[in-house]
C-alpha cells in the first residue's frame, strides 16, 4: 500500500524582528513538528520576512539592521530563510498582502522544480505531486493572535482571508489562551479546521521587547539572541536610549491606512 502524499507547506512569520531572538526562531521548529506529525502536510521550508520601516512602531531600528541580524541568527537553519520583500517596501504592507506575493512566488518556483527533497531527515513521506497543490500559512505567537481583537488594527476582508485561503499555526506564549481567542472572534472560530494551535511544553519566554530594555541599560542578552546578532548590536550601536525614541509619538500605521483605505474585494 502506497504511503499518503503529504500537502508541501511552507511557513510564513511577519513581524519587526527588532531584533531576531531564539524564540522567533524556536517558533518554526515547534511548527514544522507538528505540522508534520498531523500526517497531512510536510513543511518544506520557512520565511521570516521583517516589517517595513514605515510600520512605525516605537524604538524600530532600520529594516537594513532586521534583516542583517535575521540572516545571521539563521545562518545554521537549512529551511528557514530571510526574505527582504516586505521590508523594502516604502510603506507598511498589510500581511496578507505579503501572503499573496510570497504564495505566487513559491507556487512558481515550486512548480517549476523537479524532485525537490524533504527539508525534514525525519520525515520520508512522499510530498504530494498530483491533487492539493502546496500551501502557505502564517506563523504567529498567541500574542499576534490577539491583535484580531484590536479596533481598526485588522480589516474584516483581510482578517476572513489570512485564516480562510491561507490558515495560521499559533505557538502557545506565556498565560495567552489563544482557544479562548479563536472562540471569541466569529470569523477565526469559523475558519478553525484552518488555524493549528500549537502548545510549546518548554517555555520560552524571550521578548524582543525585554531584549531591548536589557540591552539599554548594559544587562546581558547572552543566550537569549545568538552571538552573532549580539556582536552585531554591539558594532552598529543599536537598541540605545535614543533609538527607543525612534518613532515616539506616532500612530503605528495600520490604524491610520486603515482608515484611509476603502475596503476591496479579495480579487484587487
Given at each position: 500500500?502506497?504511503?499518503t502524499?503529504?500537502?508541501?507547506?511552507?511557513?510564513?512569520a511577519?513581524?519587526?524582528?527588532?531584533?531576531i531572538?531564539?524564540q522567533?526562531?524556536?517558533?518554526f521548529?515547534?511548527?514544522?513538528d507538528?505540522?508534520?506529525?498531523?500526517g497531512q502536510?510536510?513543511v518544506?521550508?520557512g520565511?521570516?520576512?521583517p516589517?517595513?520601516?514605515?510600520?512605525?512602531?516605537q524604538?524600530?531600528?532600520?529594516?537594513?539592521?532586521?534583516?542583517?541580524m535575521?540572516?545571521?541568527?539563521?545562518q545554521?537553519?537549512?529551511?528557514?530563510?530571510?526574505?527582504?520583500?516586505?521590508s523594502?517596501q516604502?510603506?507598511?504592507?498589510?500581511?496578507?498582502v505579503?501572503?499573496?506575493y510570497?504564495?505566487?512566488?513559491?507556487?512558481?518556483?515550486?512548480?517549476?522544480?523537479?524532485?525537490?527533497?524533504?527539508?525534514?531527515s525525519?520525515?520520508?513521506?512522499?510530498?504530494?505531486?498530483s491533487?492539493?497543490?502546496l500551501?502557505?500559512?502564517?506563523?504567529?505567537?498567541?500574542d499576534?493572535?490577539?491583535?484580531?481583537k484590536?479596533?481598526?488594527?485588522?480589516r474584516?476582508?483581510?482578517?476572513?482571508?489570512?485564516?480562510g485561503?491561507?490558515?495560521?499555526?499559533?505557538?502557545?506564549?506565556?498565560?495567552?489562551?489563544?482557544?479562548?481567542?479563536?472562540?471569541?472572534?466569529?470569523?477565526?472560530?469559523?475558519?478553525?479546521?484552518?488555524i493549528?494551535?500549537?502548545?510549546?511544553?518548554?517555555?520560552?519566554?524571550?521578548?524582543?521587547?525585554?531584549?531591548?530594555?536589557?540591552l539599554r541599560?548594559g544587562?546581558?542578552?547572552?543566550y537569549?539572541?545568538?552571538?552573532?546578532?549580539?556582536?552585531?548590536i554591539?558594532?552598529?550601536?543599536?537598541?540605545?536610549?535614543d533609538s527607543e525614541?525612534i518613532?515616539?509619538?506616532?500612530?503605528?500605521?495600520?490604524?491610520?491606512k486603515?482608515?484611509?483605505?476603502?475596503?476591496?474585494?479579495?480579487?484587487?
Open positions: 500500500m502506497m504511503p502524499r503529504r500537502v508541501p507547506l511552507f511557513l510564513l511577519c513581524g519587526s524582528f527588532n531584533p531572538t531564539n522567533h526562531m524556536r517558533l521548529e515547534l511548527a514544522r507538528h505540522m508534520n506529525s498531523t502536510y510536510q518544506v521550508g520565511i521570516v520576512s516589517v517595513s520601516d514605515g510600520y512605525g512602531k524604538g524600530l531600528v532600520l529594516a537594513k539592521h532586521r534583516i542583517a535575521a540572516k545571521l541568527a539563521l545554521s537553519s537549512n529551511w528557514v530563510t530571510v526574505d527582504e520583500w516586505e523594502q516604502p510603506d507598511w504592507t498589510e500581511t496578507v505579503t501572503m499573496r510570497h504564495y505566487g512566488r513559491i507556487l512558481k518556483e515550486f512548480e517549476q522544480s523537479t524532485g525537490m527533497h524533504n527539508s525534514s525525519r520525515n520520508t513521506t512522499p510530498l504530494s505531486t491533487g492539493p497543490s500551501q502557505l500559512k502564517l506563523l504567529c505567537g498567541a499576534f493572535l490577539n491583535t484580531f484590536f479596533p481598526g488594527l485588522w474584516d476582508d483581510h482578517v476572513e482571508e489570512v485564516v485561503r491561507f490558515g495560521l499555526v499559533c505557538v502557545s506564549r506565556g498565560g495567552l489562551q489563544p482557544e479562548q481567542t479563536v472562540h471569541e472572534l466569529d470569523t477565526l472560530f469559523g475558519h478553525r479546521q484552518n493549528f494551535l500549537v502548545r510549546e511544553w518548554v517555555r520560552n519566554e524571550t521578548s524582543a521587547t525585554e531584549v531591548r530594555r536589557a541599560r544587562v546581558s542578552v547572552k537569549l539572541i545568538p552571538d552573532s546578532v549580539i556582536e552585531y554591539y558594532k552598529h550601536n543599536l537598541y540605545t536610549k525614541k518613532n515616539e509619538g506616532r500612530v503605528l500605521r495600520p490604524l491610520k486603515q482608515v484611509q483605505q476603502p475596503v476591496k474585494s479579495l480579487d484587487d
